[in-house]
């Protein structure tokens, strides 16, 4: 079990506690033991798992699959009315807005990049591990509904989530394009390669020899020009919100690999790319590293 520093109570914290102790107290002292360091039962701990299935939306889907992108849309799309206290909590807590910031980060940022493409003609998107890929489809929505020269493919192997995917396309009038491929993107074969690859929350629960190895087999999938933007958990996240991490990692096995920006480059540069830049989320919970692809000898 891993050891979290002493609890700092917050708004959200204190607003789970309380709907705990009115609902069953025995899950809220369980949650504030375990935390702590304190062992349990096997009893006690699987009494806790059922009610996080009976008792929460997002739950179930992040035991069933720790890499869904249930947890994100769910962040992105939530009502802080559940009537679930752990689902509330997870929406009103800082990782969580911090996970909607990022999505905002991005659809700032990467049209900017998109324009200095332009510049030089079409502009092909690998949207890879995509999810739904709500990030380009309101970046499209917004900025290139009409544009004739820019387009992009998403790789994601969870066929429901590359439906929600085009059924949000569509309603937003830009799933012409959009490809959608259903596959592992490590093995991927493109037709043409990518102007811009993006790759977001793929690397955070990684090592970083795995990160490595993804954006090296990345590499051959973009042009000599093009460049990368891969996110990563940032250490912040674990020092300003260990509660949700803990919430995280217990609920859902959800493990994360923090790291800042100087080792985001280290893999970067280690994988065969020049290090250009870095952006964040307005928490700096994540970071939003930008390669370009060095010459291959």
Known sequence: ???????????????????????????????????????????????????????????????????????????????SDSSFPIDRYFLQSKAGKAIRARLTAIKEKLPKIIEEYQEKGEVLIGNLG??????????????????????????????????????????????????????????????????????????????????????????RLIKKNGCIIASNVSKKMLAEDPFTYFLMAWVGNWKLVFKDPEELKQIFEKAGYKWKSYFTDSYGFHIMGIGTPRPYF
């Open 1 to 79: 079990m891993e050891q979290y520093r002493k609890l700092e109570y917050n708004d959200a914290i204190s607003k789970l506690l309380k709907a705990l102790e009115e609902d069953r107290v025995t899950i809220k002292n369980f949650l504030l033991d375990y935390y702590s360091g304190k062992q349990s039962s096997p009893e006690m701990e699987e009494e806790i798992y059922k009610y996080f299935l009976t008792h929460s939306i997002i739950s179930p889907a992040t035991m069933a699959n720790p890499g869904t992108s249930i947890l994100t849309e769910f962040l992105y799309n939530g009502s």
């Open 130 to 219: 995509s999810g739904p890929g709500r990030d380009i489809i309101d970046i499209f929505a917004t900025n290139y509904r009409n544009a004739s020269n820019v387009r992009a493919i998403y790789v994601d192997r969870d066929a429901t989530a590359l439906r929600r995917g085009k059924r949000m396309a569509t309603m937003k009038k830009v799933n012409h394009l959009i490809d959608f491929v259903e596959g592992n993107f490590l093995k991927y074969k493109p037709v043409k390669k990518f102007d811009i690859v993006i790759l977001i929350g793929i690397l955070c629960g990684l090592k970083s020899d795995v990160c490595i190895r993804i954006l090296k087999s990345i590499k």
